[in-house]
């Protein structure tokens, strides 16, 4: 391609609501534009980026022996009505209706559709298993849509879902995904992790994150540097502390701690590590009655150390709060409690309480908490001697780097990642409530066991910037940069040598398979070297009458503080082997 041809459209300055290093990159980088908030046009620049995405993650599904498909962007809203998720889904789901007044979504995803084809198509075992997927537009009503591809309303997703005869079928049908996903992300050039991660709104039980390494990341990443373990904040499990509880030594005393609400001030003030405070927490499930109205409410008191943070995934894996819960209102604090939140605690309570204890709470001894009185806590707490165990013991809390891997191999580390891909086991979330059915060897009618796996196409660019990038601009990895390679000729416009020198080395790059640019706009050097630092492109070869003479021309790869002189006969060869090298 020659930069005459194309559409090169650079900024000095990024516009101010651009938040993030890949939102002001890819726009000063003329690779996308905003057209409202959350949706942005794909530009030349940046759409070269999203097709060598597709292109490696369509070949590696292929080779997986995935089949490619294509459902629609507007779907009926029956299907998601019969899945259960037209509500389930909240508002992130965009409901319209047309002239007929007849309901219909905009897909975020597409588990009822393909679902849907599987039980009008697949009817016997012999068919199976099989894997359908596509690469299709998607829109998600984010309430907060920002940092421009990272976290988009409409972006364009790979999603694939796969179809078994059991659970173990199942079970190795995602490995097949687990382990071409890692396929894709090497071939991007990108250091990623794949984690343990939560199954969310899409629901199932066995689930993977693949995440982008990047400390300007969303999610905290838990792994162990001694071993293989990884998971996400949400899934990664704090284990309960090793050996009995310490015996009890302090007396219980009700101590002042005047305008001290929270753990931190009271450790403070009392001149005692957080870690010998408890903080207090409190939950409430609604009470329905036969006709499904809320005739009340039942209140939970979770107890969680004072330095550590409540992990709400883990809470709603809690019997009797996983169907659901709610933080309480003031109103039944006060009814339980007697006082208001800075000072509530286990003790001395108005009205019962469902208690829960994290693991390391369980094991505590001599600890703090509030008196249920403003302006006291009470110190030297301890079970069974000043209030019975608790109602329920469990992981309640975030891990924190140090604590021991659940591997046993080692401590937890911490680090910052974007997720560009999750695989998932469904189980029969949605073959049992849609009837997608199969008959097995003995002619019974079975529901099939699915499984389904995303990748953000769209968000991997912004990842990649975010992972790879310095003050010039983007880095790109060779496998998505928008080219691999650009010839910057100095004065092509000027120099019939350099022009000549030029068109030669783009015709043997362009001969040898290489995704090349020749910039022949005829601009200033500075600007020139500028953009293609702006834009990333990894591979920079630079012409110069000057070098010309002397034989040579200037090699530069993106990542180096300086230029290579390389012989002019011998340049097409050298840059054959530093791209094989990449």
């Not at 421009?148 to 972006?155: D, I, N, S, W, Y």
């Not at 939140?341 to 829960?356: C, D, E, F, S, T």
């Not at 990333?536 to 503080?561: A, C, F, N, W």
């Amino acid at each position: 391609m020659k930069a005459s041809q194309f559409f090169i459209s650079t900024l000095k300055e990024a516009p101010a609501d651009a938040e993030v290093v890949s939102h002001r990159l890819m726009m000063r980088a003329g690779m996308i534009k905003k057209l409202g908030t959350g949706i942005y046009t794909y530009m030349p620049m940046g759409l070269r980026v999203i097709r060598k995405v597709e292109a490696i993650v369509r070949e590696e599904m292929n080779r997986a022996g995935a089949v490619e498909l294509t459902m629609p962007v507007v779907q009926p809203s029956e299907y998601w009505e019969e899945s259960g998720r037209f509500q389930a889904y909240g508002p992130e789901l965009l409901r319209i209706k047309d002239r007929h007044d007849r309901s219909f979504v905009i897909q975020p995803t597409s588990e009822e559709i393909v679902t849907d084809i599987a039980r009008q198509e697949i009817r016997s075992y012999k068919q199976l298993p099989k894997n359908f997927y596509q690469i299709q537009t998607k829109f998600r009503d984010e309430r907060r849509p920002r940092f421009g591809l990272m976290r988009g309303r409409e972006f364009i997703m790979k999603d694939a879902y796969s179809f078994d005869r059991d659970l173990d079928s199942a079970k190795g049908s995602y490995k097949v995904m687990a382990d071409a996903y890692r396929r894709i992300f090497d071939r991007f050039g990108l250091r990623y992790r794949a984690v343990a991660a939560d199954s969310g709104a899409i629901g199932g039980d066995v689930s993977q994150e693949f995440q982008v390494i990047a400390a300007t990341g969303e999610d905290a990443i838990v792994y162990c540097p001694d071993s293989d373990y990884a998971a996400n904040m949400e899934k990664a499990e704090a284990l309960a502390p090793t050996g009995p509880r310490p015996a009890a030594a302090k007396p219980m005393t009700r101590t002042p701690t005047p305008g001290k609400a929270t753990c931190e001030d009271v450790a403070e003030l009392l001149e005692v590590p957080l870690s010998t405070t408890v903080k207090s927490l409190v939950l409430a499930t609604d009470l329905l009655d036969e006709a499904g109205e809320v005739k009340g409410a039942e209140v939970w008191l979770l107890l969680v150390r004072g330095d550590h943070d409540m992990n709400e995934i883990k809470v709603s894996k809690v019997p009797g709060l996983d169907k659901g819960f709610r933080f309480a209102t003031t109103a039944e604090i006060e009814d339980h409690f007697g006082c208001k939140p800075g000072y509530l605690g286990p003790l001395n309570l108005k009205q019962p309480v469902r208690i829960v204890a994290d693991r390391e709470v369980a094991v505590m001894a001599d600890w703090i908490c509030g008196a249920n009185e403003v302006d006291f806590h009470i110190t030297g707490v301890n079970w069974g001697r000043d209030l019975p165990e608790p109602d329920a013991v469990a992981d309640l809390r975030n891990v924190v780097a140090g604590d021991p891997s659940p591997d046993g191999k080692g401590v937890l580390a911490i680090e910052r990642g974007i997720e560009v891909g999750h695989v998932f086991v469904l189980g029969t979330k949605y073959s049992k409530p849609m009837n997608a059915t199969f008959l097995d060897e003995a002619g019974k009618p079975q529901f099939l066991e699915m499984g389904c796996y995303g990748i953000g196409i769209t968000r991997l660019p912004a990842a990649a910037i975010e992972q790879n990038n310095d003050e010039r601009g983007i880095i790109w990895p060779d496998a998505i940069a928008p080219f691999t390679v650009v010839v910057c000729p100095i004065g092509m416009d000027r120099s019939a040598e350099v022009k000549t020198a030029a068109e030669a080395l783009y015709g043997q790059l362009l001969a040898a398979g290489v995704d090349v640019m020749l910039d022949d706009r005829g601009e200033r050097p500075g600007a020139m070297f500028a953009d293609w630092e702006l834009i990333g492109v990894p591979h920079r070869v630079v012409i110069s009458d000057r070098g010309l003479k002397e034989g040579q021309l200037e090699y530069q790869h993106r990542r180096d503080t300086a230029a290579t002189k390389v012989s002019a006969a011998g340049i097409a060869e050298f840059i054959a082997g530093k791209l094989a090298a990449a």
